[in-house]
C-alpha cells in the first residue's frame, strides 16, 4: 500500500467497489491504525488512504488451478494487490506467488462481498460519475465552498421502483455529501425542458433540499439542467455531464 513501515498501525479496514465496466476499474478506501480499546474502530478515527486503478482476471494458483485471481493496478500502489476468489463473495489476499496470507487469532486477509440493498426491493438501474464546474451547484445547494474551488466530483446511482416505470430511488455523492454520506431521496420523471418540450428530464429530490434536474441523452449520459430546467453550460476544463460505469442493460 505503500504505508510506511514506522507508521503504527495493528489491522486494516477495507472498502473495495469493482467496477467490470469494460473499462476493468476500482475504487479503494482502507483505514489503518492502532485499535481504540473496547471497541471495533480506531485511535484517533485512525487514517484513511483512497486509491484507483484498474484489474484484470487470471485463472489458477498452486492449489486450485480453476481459481479466479484479481490483480489490482495503480500508480498509488507501491506493488499490486492479489485476491484470489474463494467463491463470488469472498476474497482472499494473496502473496506475488499467488499463495494465500494467514492471519491470526484477531485478524483474517478475507473481503466479504456486502450488499447496500435499498429499500423495497429496488434493483440497481446504473452508476454514472462526472465532474462538473463548483459555482454553480454551490449556490443551489447552499454549500460553503472556497473561493477557489473549480470542481465537483460526481458519483449518481440510480434504483428502478418495481410498481413503476417512472420513479424509484436515488443516492448522490457530491461536495460535503460523500460515500459514507450520500444524499438520498426519490426521482421521478418529468417531461420537458427549458428547450424541448420532448426531453425526458429526471428530478432528484430530497426532501427540503433543492430538486436537481438531469436531463437523459440516451441509457448511458445525462446532463444536468438548472432550477428552470435549461441545460448549464461547462467552460474549457468541465462539462455539465454524467458517465455510466457500469454496464447498460
Same mark, same amino acid.
Given at each position: 500500500m505503500g504505508i510506511?513501515?514506522?507508521?503504527?498501525?495493528?489491522?486494516? $479496514?477495507?472498502?473495495?467497489? @469493482?467496477?467490470?465496466?469494460?473499462?476493468d476499474s476500482f475504487y479503494l478506501s482502507v483505514k489503518y491504525g492502532m485499535t481504540e480499546p473496547n471497541t471495533n474502530g480506531?485511535?484517533?478515527?485512525?487514517?484513511?488512504? $483512497?486509491?484507483?486503478? $484498474?484489474?484484470? @482476471?487470471?485463472?489458477?494458483? *498452486?492449489?486450485?488451478?480453476?481459481?479466479? @485471481?484479481?490483480?489490482?493496478?495503480?500508480?498509488?500502489? *507501491? =506493488?499490486?494487490?492479489?485476491l484470489v476468489e474463494i467463491n463470488k463473495g469472498v476474497l482472499h489476499f494473496a502473496d506475488k506467488s499467488n499463495t494465500l496470507l494467514i492471519g491470526?487469532?484477531?485478524?483474517?486477509?478475507?473481503?466479504?462481498?456486502?450488499? =447496500?440493498?435499498? *429499500?423495497?426491493g429496488q434493483e440497481l438501474i446504473g452508476v454514472f460519475d462526472g465532474r462538473t464546474p463548483c459555482k454553480y451547484f454551490a449556490n443551489l445547494l447552499q454549500e460553503k465552498v472556497s473561493a477557489d474551488c473549480i470542481k465537483i466530483k460526481w458519483r449518481l446511482k440510480l434504483y428502478s421502483e418495481p410498481s413503476a416505470t417512472n420513479g424509484g430511488s436515488y443516492e448522490l455523492v457530491?461536495? *460535503?455529501?460523500?460515500?459514507?454520506?450520500?444524499?438520498?431521496?426519490?426521482?421521478? @420523471?418529468?417531461?420537458?425542458s427549458a428547450s424541448n418540450p420532448g426531453a425526458i428530464v429526471y428530478a432528484l429530490e430530497s426532501g427540503r433540499e433543492p430538486t436537481i434536474y438531469l436531463q437523459k441523452l440516451d441509457n448511458n449520459i445525462f446532463y444536468f439542467l438548472d432550477k428552470d430546467r435549461n441545460m448549464l453550460i461547462g467552460n474549457e476544463e468541465f462539462s455539465y455531464t454524467l458517465n455510466r460505469i457500469n454496464k447498460s442493460d
Open positions: 510506511s513501515a514506522s507508521v503504527p498501525c495493528e489491522f486494516m $479496514k477495507w472498502k473495495l467497489e @469493482i467496477l467490470e465496466n469494460g473499462q480506531f485511535q484517533n478515527g485512525g487514517t484513511e488512504k $483512497k486509491v484507483t486503478g $484498474k484489474f484484470s @482476471i487470471e485463472k489458477g494458483k *498452486a492449489s486450485d488451478a480453476g481459481s479466479r @485471481i484479481y490483480y489490482f493496478r495503480s500508480p498509488e500502489l *507501491a =506493488a499490486q494487490l492479489v491470526n487469532g484477531g485478524w483474517g486477509y478475507v473481503l466479504n462481498q456486502v450488499k =447496500a440493498q435499498p *429499500a423495497g457530491g461536495f *460535503a455529501r460523500q460515500r459514507n454520506d450520500p444524499r438520498k431521496g426519490i426521482w421521478r @420523471i418529468v417531461k420537458g
